[in-house]
Every structure is written in structure tokens, then in C-alpha cells.
């Protein structure tokens, strides 16, 4: 993955030309008369300031360029408005989207042409008030000196959080490249559920407040009892209605998410082996510099921070006389806090290190991730209530960022398995849902919002840094890496341990795939020389001129490189390529090229490193690895591309070449599978 992503930035790095009509096209349509409602803008130009950072591209054209689109995207809205004028309420598409043009239009009356300014940073009505801007016949000179001074400002403040990532990425990469690994998925990751989360707030949920009349209409003609009450809930007069929608669909799908979470844990599943293979992934990912940070953010969700915080709340809601949200409150965090070990015990699952005593030894839901969805979730709720959609997104987007790193952090240091997270967080929004469900339409208990949201900072910051500060080098240790290994004498891996090893490639998602049938024990290397006189070579490395052989239709098979396979979370050490002309295993007109040769083919060993070692008859320990050999045929359709793709996963006897390497025992599994053991330094167990 990690060759394919620096392939890419090489890419664009190299056709700067391509890159520079990406961010003007991209600009443009997200200013363009409501389609800039869905162009992904911010996620486009964040990535190319990235690059930029990044020292892939030069940053004076795509700034250029990106300014240069902000401005025509506006101008043609403008345009649109003055050509239409009131008629754009009228005519298709845009009647279509009346509610949002007439917002657009409160917007503009409310604070005239500062708007055209203002609005290009406020989602929901930026792609709305050019056009509103010209269908009020603003002056056009007074137009263009503030949509082209806004589209300067726009484009610092979207270019500028990128290139300061791609900065600090660079210098993290020249310190460790695993640790900008890390740090780039947990923000990829953490960065789309913000974006989620405003854009349900900021656009999903004015689009259904724009259309819900015709829903209400149409469900208060049904005649069955069901649809008259929806009818209520969702009638724009009743103050519940949009907030019991969301909370009403939050739980309809986290509530399912935990039970069936919950129901497909068991010892040898899908799950398990998928948590397995994230856990081993993360481990290979683990650097001091990381290990340090997740430490950090993981001790700000430790139960003396989280229990302080509710504490503190708790007291001032009842200080308040919000005597039914206190309450409320009080009952969802003492219910989870309750709920969380008692449901420990009754699944009885093992945590992947082992770091606790009693029920918190213990792993489904994690603690951590449920307490503090459920704290930070409510004092979200709380902060939020009947403030504009702008300011719940802030104050969401905050609360998404500080329980998902939380979260992120627990699966890093192996503290839990992916699905404890994941099953934790949706308990914990489920409870949310819930809280916000019952008492989101009370209106006269003043709980002094920024108040309240500026106790909560003050707390965590006080609270947690003490704790952190007294506590650290003791969580440091106690989430230490620790590989799990199994240390096997070289008699017993031969007479029975092989059986221990894995019979079949794991996929990050659990799948069994191909067979494994080769056990090496030591160095890789030793297996590439050996098999080096059959054919077989080290598979090419990735970059932009290997890439660029899959779009020609003459490149040999052995100049391919392999595409990546991951087993059980583990990159493979070892890649050999050999060409298999002589197999005619084409099928189909569709792959068969011009001139009716059948497409060649190549066999493709992979070597993956395991938790085994072997203590050799010499006193040596060595690790095992475990392979696959899998045939590919090479398609060249139209003899325009080359693309490989496995139509074997298992050799003929004849065909397979590790039993006949000098110093292997062949040993068979009851399905059928030959399995080949090797190695070095182990010529006199064998």
C-alpha cells in the first residue's frame, strides 16, 4: 500500500499540468450555482497543498490556479442570477432547490454584499449567494473586487492546512517513515468523519427540512395509524422533529452495529481473524515517536479523567437547575459505566496484550471508546442544542476528533481489538441517540452552553495533564510493543508444530485466501538463491517506470511487479517472479490479443514473516515464514494493457519446484495440501 501511495504523489508530482487543472476545475465547480453543494472541494485542495508541503508540486501555480477557478465559479453564479433573476425560483433545476435559493437569499438581504465574502467560507450557502448576488443586481465592479479578494483568502485558508501537513509529513518521513504511515491513516480516517459529520449537519439536514412538507402531506393521507404519527414527528411546527429524525437513525443503525458485532465474536471467525491482521499490521507500524503520542492521547480516556469530567458536570447541571438533563445525564454514564464490565464478562473475550486484572482484563466493548462517546457525546449534545448548523458542526467536529483519536489510540498500542472500538463507539452513540432523543426538546432548563463547554476544556486540560504528567513513563511501559512468539525445537516443528502454522493467507477483512504451502525457517534470502537457478527472480520494485508497464501491451511478465498481498496484517519480505510461457491459460476472446497468441503467464512466490521460530539442531533461533505459489496469466486486451491476474492458487505436483530444493521435507495436510519445510542451518535435522 505504502508503494502504491508514494507511486501516486510521484505521479502527480511528475504532470504538474494535471495537477493544476484538478484544483482550478475543483474550485470552480464547488463555487458554481448549487452543484458547488456537492463538489468535494476541501478534501481536493487540502491533498494538493499536501503535495505542496510535500515538495511534489510548485506551490505558486497551484495557488494561482486554485484562485484563479474560486473566481470563475463565482462569476458564473453570478452570471446565472443576473440572466434568471427571480425566474431561478422557477425554472428547472433549479425550483428543485427552492428552499435553499431562498435561504441563500435571507442570507444576502441579512448582510448584503459582505455576503459574497463571507459566504464563500460558510457551507450550505457558498455555492448559493453569487448567484443570489446577481439576481439582486449587486454591482458588478463591487462584485468582482470582493470575489476576487475572497477567492485569495479561500484559497490560503484551503491550501494552508495541507501544506503545513505535508511539511510536517516530509520531516516526519526523514525521521520515520512508519510513523508518517501511521499519523497519515489515522488522519485520512479522522478527517472523513469530520467531513461526515458536517456535511450532515451543514447540507443533509437542510435539504430535509427544505422537503419534508410533501413527506408530511403525503404520510398524513395514509390511513394507517403509523404514518399519522411520522406525520407529527416530522412536521416542520413540531421542535423535535429534525433532531428525533437523526437521533431515530443513529440508533437504528448503531444498535444492530453492536449486536451484530457482539454475535459474530467467537474464537476462529471472519472477525477474529480480521482483528488479528489489524493488530499485526498496527505492530509493524509501531515506532517510539508514536508509541509516545498514543500514549498520551489514550491517558486523556483513563477512568480517573473520564470520571472527573462527569463528576464536574453532573455538579453543574444540578448547580443550573437542569434538574431532567443532570438527571439524564447521571443515569446514561453510571448505566454505561455499569453496563461495559458486566457485558465484559458475559462475552469473555481476551484482550490482545495483557495489561489488566478482572473484568477490564477483558476486552469487548472498550472501556475507553464507550465512556468517552458517551461523555463528550451528551456534553456535545448539550453545547449544540438550537445553535446554527455552523456551530454544531464545530462543536461536533471537535468531539468526533478528540473520541475518535481515543479510539484510534487503543487499537495502536494493541490495548484492543479493532471490533472492541468499533462495538464501543456504537454502544456509545446509541446512547447519545438516545439521550438526545428524550430530552433534545427541552427548552426551559438554561444550562449556560459555553459555559458548560469551557468547564469541560478546563477540566480535561487540568485533569488530564496531571495525570499524564504523574502517570506517563507507567503507561509507557504498560503499552509497550510485545510481539507474540512461539519458539518451537526443530524436532517438534517437523513432527507436528508445522500443523500450528497457518494453513491459508488472512486478508485484512478476515478472508481465507490462497493456501500456504512453503514453511522457511531463517533467512529468506537463502530460498530466493536456491530457487534462482529454476528461473526465478526478485519480483521488479515499484515505481512510476514499472507502473507504466501495466499500460503497455508487450511488457513481459517478469517485468510486472507483483501486485501487494497482505497475510494476517503482514507485508510480504520475500517476492520471486517467474515467467510460464509454455501455459497457455487464456480464456475468452476478450483476452486474446490481435494476432490469437495466447496471453504468457508467470508464477509468483510470496514469503511472509509469522510469530513462529525454530531453535535449529546448531542452538540458533530463527524465524519462520510462511508462502504461497500462485500462477498469473497476463491479459493484454486490445494489446493496449498488461494486467495480471491469478487464475491459480496452488501448483501441479510437476509445477511446483520447493519439493526438489536440496534440504526440504514434504509433509501433507488432511485435506489433501502438500505443505514444503525448509530452511537454513537445519540440513542435519533433515
Do not use: C
Not at 75 to 103: C, H, M, Q, T
Not at 148 to 175: D, M, R
Not at 574 to 579: E, H, Q, S, T
Not at 580 to 594: F, K
Request: net charge positive; no cysteine; glycine share 10%.
Amino acid at each position: 500500500m505504502t508503494d502504491l501511495l508514494n507511486q501516486l504523489v510521484a505521479f502527480i508530482g511528475e504532470n504538474p499540468t494535471l495537477a493544476n487543472a484538478v484544483v482550478f476545475l475543483i474550485a470552480m465547480g464547488e463555487a458554481l450555482f448549487l452543484i458547488g453543494m456537492v463538489v468535494p472541494s476541501t478534501v481536493v485542495l487540502v491533498g494538493a497543498g499536501t503535495l505542496v508541503g510535500l515538495g511534489k508540486l510548485d506551490p505558486w501555480p497551484i495557488f494561482l490556479w486554485t484562485t484563479l477557478g474560486a473566481i470563475a465559479g463565482d462569476a458564473i453564479s453570478y452570471w446565472i442570477g443576473a440572466y434568471y433573476k427571480d425566474r431561478i425560483k422557477s425554472v428547472w433545476p433549479f425550483n428543485r432547490y427552492r428552499v435553499l435559493v431562498e435561504r441563500g437569499e435571507a442570507y444576502f438581504l441579512r448582510h448584503g454584499g459582505k455576503s459574497v465574502f463571507i459566504g464563500r467560507f460558510v457551507p450550505g450557502v457558498k455555492a448559493i449567494v453569487p448567484g443570489i448576488a446577481g439576481m439582486v443586481g449587486m454591482n458588478v465592479t463591487r462584485f468582482t473586487v470582493i470575489n476576487v479578494t475572497s477567492a485569495i483568502a479561500w484559497t490560503i485558508v484551503h491550501l494552508g492546512p495541507g501544506y503545513v501537513a505535508g511539511t510536517a509529513f516530509g520531516a516526519l518521513g526523514e525521521i520515520s517513515g512508519r510513523l508518517a504511515t501511521v499519523l497519515g491513516i489515522f488522519l485520512v480516517v479522522l478527517f472523513v468523519a469530520v467531513m461526515l459529520a458536517r456535511w450532515l449537519i451543514l447540507i443533509v439536514l437542510p435539504l430535509y427540512a427544505g422537503r419534508r412538507t410533501r413527506i408530511v402531506r403525503w404520510l398524513e393521507a395514509r390511513p394507517s395509524r403509523a404514518a399519522r404519527w411520522f406525520a407529527r414527528m416530522l412536521d416542520p411546527e413540531h421542535p423535535r422533529s429534525a433532531g428525533m429524525l437523526v437521533s431515530a437513525t443513529l440508533l437504528l443503525v448503531t444498535v444492530p452495529l453492536f449486536v451484530g458485532l457482539a454475535a459474530a465474536i467467537s474464537p476462529d471467525n471472519g472477525l477474529q481473524r480480521a482483528d488479528t491482521a489489524m493488530r499485526n499490521l498496527f505492530l509493524s507500524l509501531r515506532t517510539p515517536t508514536g508509541d509516545e503520542l498514543m500514549t498520551f492521547v489514550t491517558m486523556l480516556g483513563d477512568g480517573i479523567v473520564t470520571t472527573v469530567v462527569a463528576s464536574v458536570t453532573v455538579a453543574y447541571l444540578f448547580m443550573r437547575r437542569a434538574w431532567r438533563r443532570a438527571t439524564g445525564f447521571l443515569i446514561a454514564i453510571a448505566g454505561t459505566a455499569l453496563f461495559v464490565p458486566l457485558f465484559k464478562l458475559l462475552m469473555d473475550r481476551a484482550r490482545p496484550i495483557d495489561i489488566y486484572t478482572g473484568a477490564d482484563a477483558l476486552s469487548f466493548p472498550s472501556g475507553h471508546a464507550t465512556l468517552n462517546t458517551v461523555l463528550y457525546g451528551i456534553i456535545a449534545v448539550l453545547v449544540a442544542h438550537d445553535r446554527s448548523p455552523l456551530v454544531k458542526a464545530s462543536v461536533f467536529s471537535v468531539t468526533v476528533t478528540l473520541v475518535g483519536a481515543i479510539g484510534f489510540s487503543r487499537v495502536y498500542l494493541g490495548a484492543h481489538w479493532m471490533s472492541d472500538v468499533i462495538g464501543g463507539l456504537a454502544f456509545g452513540t446509541a446512547m447519545v441517540a438516545a439521550f438526545a432523543f428524550v430530552f433534545g426538546s427541552i427548552h426551559n432548563e438554561k444550562v449556560g452552553r459555553w459555559a458548560l463547554a469551557a468547564l469541560t476544556s478546563v477540566t480535561v486540560i487540568v485533569v488530564g495533564g496531571a495525570h499524564v504528567t504523574r502517570n506517563f513513563d507507567a503507561g509507557l511501559a504498560l503499552y509497550r510493543p510485545v510481539a507474540p512468539t512461539v519458539t518451537l525445537s526443530q524436532a517438534e516443528w517437523l513432527a507436528r508444530g508445522w500443523r500450528d502454522l497457518p494453513r491459508h493467507r488472512i486478508e485484512l477483512n478476515g478472508e481465507r485466501e490462497e493456501p500456504l504451502i512453503v514453511q522457511w525457517a531463517g533467512d529468506p534470502q537463502a530460498l530466493a538463491d536456491a530457487l534462482a537457478p529454476l528461473g526465478y527472480q526478485r519480483a521488479p520494485a515499484w515505481s512510476l517506470a514499472t507502473f507504466a508497464g501495466f499500460l503497455a501491451g508487450q511488457t513481459a511478465p517478469e517485468d510486472l511487479p507483483a501486485l501487494p498481498r497482505i497475510q494476517n496484517g503482514r507485508a510480504a519480505e520475500l517476492v520471486l517472479i517467474r515467467r510460464d510461457t509454455a501455459h497457455p491459460s487464456a480464456t475468452g476472446a476478450e483476452d486474446t490479443p490481435d494476432d490469437d497468441t495466447p496471453p504468457d503467464g508467470r508464477w509468483v512466490l510470496r514469503l511472509w514473516p509469522t510469530h513462529f521460530r525454530v531453535e535449529t539442531e546448531t542452538g540458533r533461533t530463527v524465524p519462520v515464514h510462511v508462502g504461497s505459489l500462485i500462477h498469473e496469466r497476463i491479459l493484454r486486451p486490445l494489446n493496449e494493457l498488461s494486467t495480471p491476474r491469478a487464475d491459480r492458487d496452488l501448483p501441479q505436483a510437476e509445477e511446483n519446484p520447493l519439493p526438489g530444493l536440496p534440504g526440504t521435507l514434504t509433509r501433507q495436510r488432511q485435506d489433501g495440501t502438500q505443505v514444503v519445510l525448509g530452511g537454513t542451518d537445519l540440513d542435519k535435522g533433515l
